[in-house]
Structures are given as C-alpha cells and as structure tokens.
C-alpha cells in the first residue's frame, strides 16, 4: 500500500474514501508482501491499492501459497508499469482483477486506467471521465491513431506550474493542457499503450528503442525476478543496453546465464534491442514512491569499468 504522500495514495487511500463514506485500513511502518498480508487477513478489506514491486513482492512470498485473500474484490495498481506476466500470475492465484492506470502529480491522480470487467492486459485502458487526451509528436501536432508520440491531457485537476521553475512550466503546462514525457499508443478502440518515457529512450545503432520493452520481454524468462535496463557507452563510445537483474529464487549469475538471455532477447526483439552487459543485484534501488531509481543505476552503469 503506498503512502499518502504518493499522490496517487493521497486521492485513493484519503480524499476518495471521504468522498463516498467507505473505511481505510492505514498502518505505520514499511508496507512489505508479510505486512499486506497480515492488514487483509485481519481487516478483511475488498479494494487492495498497490503498486507492481508490492504486488510481485506477495506472490514470491511463500505465505501467499495459503493466505486467505477471498475478502478481495479489485485490485488497483499505478506508479511504474505493470508486466503482463505479473498481472497474470496474480489473477491465477487470487481470481481478482488488477486495474492498471497511470496519473501524475501533475494531474494528481490518473487520468488513464482499466475497469472493472474490462481489463486488457498490457493496455492501460482508456480515459476515466472528465479527461481529454490527444497524442503528439515533437512539434506539439496529434500523431494519427496508432503512432507513438507524447501524451498530452487535460481536464480539472491540472496543476498551474512548477513552484520556481519557469522554464519547466512553460514547457508542461499550456493552458489547461499538460504535455507528459510518457511516450504512448492510442488504439481504434481508444485504448492506450504505453511505450515508456522520452527520457528514457535508448538510441542503439541509431535507432530509439524503449527499455521497457526489453524489461518486459527479460520478465518472461524464468530466471528473472526484476529487471531495470539502462544505457551504457562500449568501448568504442556507442550506447548499447545493459541490464541489471534481480535472479529468481535457485538461480545464479554465471556467463552461461547471461548468454542464454541475450539468446532468449534476440529471438523476441529486434537484434540491436538485446542487452550486452548484465549486472547481478540482490534487489534494485529504489525511491520513496517505490520506482526503481533508474538514474542511480544509469550513473552506476557508467562508472563500471570496461571489462565489465
């Protein structure tokens, strides 16, 4: 359960709670997988507010094998994206539905998400009322249906600027509209597909390529528990992936491993897409919202030295 300093806990957790007379189960201290446990199956609660690293964290628990989590009705997650295979092996094991959105402390809260009954995994569905959407590309024009670019939104929650960053406002805020660094697809049937963040894209052979796809696909393998793939310059200076990986359970960092993921990337994506390096962690960094904190590692992907 995140914290209500995280906007996204502060609208789900507090006002909206308030607004229609239903009681929230809040709790001092770390929110671990045994904590989250624990609060649902003594306070029985039917909407579980969470995030992907949490909700990840409860099934590799051996707890869960026998926790009772009938009382649960919905699931609602944001914050970082949501693997499909994590959605998936969630809805095996509880029967309940995972409703994956996206906001921003811009908008404060999210203006994207799935429902209930219509979820469609690796979507994150489509507008919540009172929102408009268009997305664009660097020049600020709509991109057609189906085209990546920039999501822009509106509606009554946008901020009015970033307090002493004129430059950042200006560049965020036009009017009413928020223009998002969050790089997404839109559908014919006004779904949206979200392809990662301007900031984060990778030009590998001189070509953009998003790290969340890569992640996304390292998920799949049975060895990988997380992921986070950075940019790192070789030898020659030209930026290439490198991943930094969390192991599952009864597996090991050894070149043979590393060699069979570049084998299992290379067959699923593009060629250029697969990770040169891999960097072995017990657990990534992460910040005080729970993301991983991708420019602390993109900092230590640099300091490695060459061998590496």
């Known amino acids: 359960m995140p914290k209500l300093f995280f ?9 909206f709670p308030f607004r229609v ?7 001092p201290g770390r929110a671990t997988p045994d904590e989250l446990l624990d609060q649902i199956e003594r306070h029985r609660p039917t909407f579980l507010t969470s995030v992907p690293t ?12 026998t926790a009772d989590l009938s009382s649960l009705r919905l699931s609602l997650s944001a914050g970082e994206a949501l693997p499909a295979s994590l959605y ?10 995972i409703l994956d959105g996206i906001g921003s402390a811009e908008m404060f809260h999210i203006y994207i998400s799935n429902a209930p009954g219509d979820v469609t995994v690796g979507s994150l569905g489509r507008l919540v009322p009172g929102y408009e959407a268009e997305i664009v590309d660097p020049e600020g024009a709509p ?15 946008t901020a009015l600027c970033y307090w002493g960053d004129k430059d950042k406002s200006h560049a965020t805020f036009q009017a009413d509209w928020c223009t998002t660094a969050d790089l997404f697809r839109r559908d014919a049937d006004g779904r949206f597909w979200y392809q990662g963040r301007a900031d984060d894209l990778l030009k590998v052979s001189g070509i953009w390529c998003s790290p969340l796809e890569i992640e996304d ?4 393998h049975v060895a990988v528990q997380d992921v986070c793939v950075v940019a790192r310059d070789d030898e020659a200076g030209l930026t290439k992936p490198l991943a930094f990986v969390v192991l599952a359970e009864g597996y090991s960092g050894t070149p043979c491993l590393a060699a069979d993921l ?21 657990e990534l960094p992460r910040n005080d919202r729970g993301k991983v904190a991708r420019r602390v590692l993109e900092a ?9």
């Open 7 to 15: 906007g996204y806990a502060t609208g789900t957790n507090l006002m």
């Open 21 to 27: 007379g239903a009681t929230v189960v809040l709790f």
């Open 54 to 65: 949490l909700i990840n964290g409860m099934l590799e628990s051996p707890r869960t094998a």
């Open 88 to 97: 998936e092996r969630w809805l095996e094991r509880t029967g309940v539905e």
């Open 143 to 157: 991109v057609p249906e189906g085209e990546v670019g920039r999501l822009r939104i509106r509606g009554g929650s």
């Open 217 to 220: 696909r390292l998920r799949e």
């Open 262 to 282: 570049k084998a299992f990337i290379k067959d699923r994506l593009a060629p250029h897409k697969y990770p040169r390096w891999f960097e072995w962690r017990a």
């Open 300 to 308: 230590e992907a640099q300091a490695l030295p060459a061998s590496s």
